[in-house]
């Protein structure tokens, strides 16, 4: 039962906040950590905000759409990158005096980004799979560098009544700024529309629709 001081559509986000709690502390996500997230979509920024929550010491955020790496700005992260104009690896160990993320968080779903992460990622870190590839992609990955440098591999999927509490905790109390990912709002008789949007548009996170 959602408390009354929730709004409905803020509480539309409590699924895919509890999702991102339960993959972040499937891969162990405290303070003081690095974190790098690949991917400024809604679950990639939602990644972010929790990360800062769980007070770690740097969050980046790289993406190749400007608008959603203005609204990670705008919500709390300390770096991020455009992918189209510099080289993320890069940015990411300069960001980390060249050691490499603690966490590298995968929500893009593209195997050049999981290639990426294993660069990105320092020795003894953790790459956090939270976006699937098409079944017929594969990533090139190198068992000596993931066997030398100790790098586990965690993906995680969907969520558990544990973390889907948390999250409306999280969000009732405003301690995640829900409000703030829903970027469009579509009327029942405008779905197709709002299916349009979330589906094509790069300038929008989170769409919903209402009745």
């Known amino acids: 039962k959602l408390p009354d001081n929730l709004p409905f559509e803020e509480a539309t986000l409590i699924e895919p906040v509890g999702c991102c709690i339960r993959a972040q502390n499937k891969a162990g996500v405290q303070k ?12 990639g920024i939602i990644h972010a905000m929790l990360a ?41 160990k300069q960001a980390t005096e060249n050691r490499g993320a603690d966490i590298v968080i995968v929500t893009a779903p593209s195997s050049r980004a999981v290639e990426d992460s294993v660069q990105m990622v320092r020795k003894g870190g953790k790459i956090l799979l939270f976006a699937p590839t098409q079944p017929d992609q594969y990533a090139r990955l190198s068992p000596h560098r993931l066997f030398f440098s100790e790098i586990t591999v965690v993906p995680s999927y969907s969520v558990s009544h544990v973390e889907t509490r948390k999250a409306l905790q999280l969000i009732s109390s405003g301690t995640l700024n829900a409000k ?32």
């Open 32 to 43: 003081g950590d690095s974190i790098a997230v690949v991917g400024a979509g809604p679950s």
């Open 180 to 211: 703030e990912l829903i970027t469009h709002r579509f009327p029942l008789s405008q779905t197709q529309e709002a299916f349009q949007t979330a589906a094509k548009s790069k300038e929008c996170l989170k769409v919903v629709v209402f009745s």
């Open 52 to 92: 800062k929550i769980a007070d770690a010491d740097q969050v980046l955020v790289t993406d190749l759409v400007e608008y959603r790496l203005r609204m990670a700005e705008r919500l709390g992260v300390d770096v991020t990158v455009n992918g189209q104009n510099e080289n993320a690896v890069e940015r990411v």
